[in-house]
């Protein structure tokens, strides 16, 4: 496995619509692998394909590092071409994203979802989700949609945004 980069704001990757996956090969198996790693040693929860310079409908999570030890804890997750089929319920999250450092937003999103996609060994999988992890799933699809938390914000907003990490960028 290996640590790949991660395109950040406003790299143009990240506004495309993911292709879809027509089957796990080794080489998507890998990338899965690579991403996962990628995603722990940015201590992220989720991690979508896109987010590494790849448009295919892939995304991988892990939201343990999160979750109270009192809870049941799902583990990692890898998978092709996620779909929600289902949804219900409202939740507010504050929300972060590895490909915007230094950016939070507060979101309303579905409360449970279930969704359905291909795991790594091209099986039909189906995972229902509720609190964090549900959070997490409609977050990295929005990726997959070529959506981004900061396109939720005005325009001004956006702007002070790119002031702020260009001044980061000098420093």
Known sequence: MAIVKICT????????????????TPELAKL???MLETMYAAKGVGLAAPQVG??????VMDVDVSIP?????????????PEIISSEG????????LSIPEFTLKMKRKEKI???????NNNEMTISASGLLAVAFQH???H????????????LKREMYLKKIKNMAVL
């Open 54 to 59: 790849i448009s295919k409908r892939i995304l």
């Open 144 to 155: 997959l949609n070529g959506k981004l938390l900061i396109d939720r914000v005005s325009s």
């Open 114 to 120: 279930v969704i359905k996609g291909l795991d790594k």
């Open 90 to 97: 409202e939740i507010e999250w504050e929300e972060g994203c």
């Open 32 to 34: 899965m692998d690579d």
């Open 140 to 142: 990295e699809i929005d």
């Open 69 to 81: 030890e009192t809870e049941p804890k799902p583990g990692a997750i890898q998978i092709a071409n």
């Open 9 to 24: 704001y406003p790299d143009p990757v990240l506004k495309k619509k993911a292709k879809a996956v027509d089957e796990i």
